[in-house]
């Protein structure tokens, strides 16, 4: 069984910064693909940022410059750090996970519960 768990979610001005985190534990042999989504309220889940097991990363264009996702594989724990933050980021962001229990097993994709990010004045 595989868990991940978010936080670090908030009220912050506009302009503010946040960094969110996400810890995977349970039964994990290797942590591929990992990301961030968000869901605003009345609109789809979108992709926010994914980074690799050797670290590359991608972003959609509206964060691009103003967040940073990074991992620390000691620690099975994703960021992601919200600069320059504007009401349009208000949703709830979401952690994904590819995650494989053992050498031979399968990449399972995972989804922490979200934790909500509000930007407002």
């Known amino acids: 069984q595989v868990q991940l768990v978010e936080s670090g979610g908030g009220l912050v001005q506009p302009g503010g910064s946040l960094r969110l985190s996400c810890a995977a534990s349970g039964s994990i042999y290797r942590l591929n693909r990992m990301g961030w989504y968000r869901q605003a309220p009345g609109k789809e889940r979108e992709l926010v940022a994914t980074?690799?097991?050797?670290?590359?990363?991608n972003y959609v264009d509206s964060v691009k410059g103003r967040f940073i996702i990074s991992r620390d594989s000691t620690k099975n724990t994703l960021y992601l750090q919200m600069n320059s933050l504007k009401p349009e980021d208000t949703a709830v962001y979401y952690c994904n996970a590819y995650i494989s229990s053992s050498r031979w097993a399968p990449d399972i994709n995972y989804w922490g519960r979200g934790t909500l990010v509000t930007v407002s004045s």
């Open positions: 980074i690799t097991s050797s670290s590359s990363t």
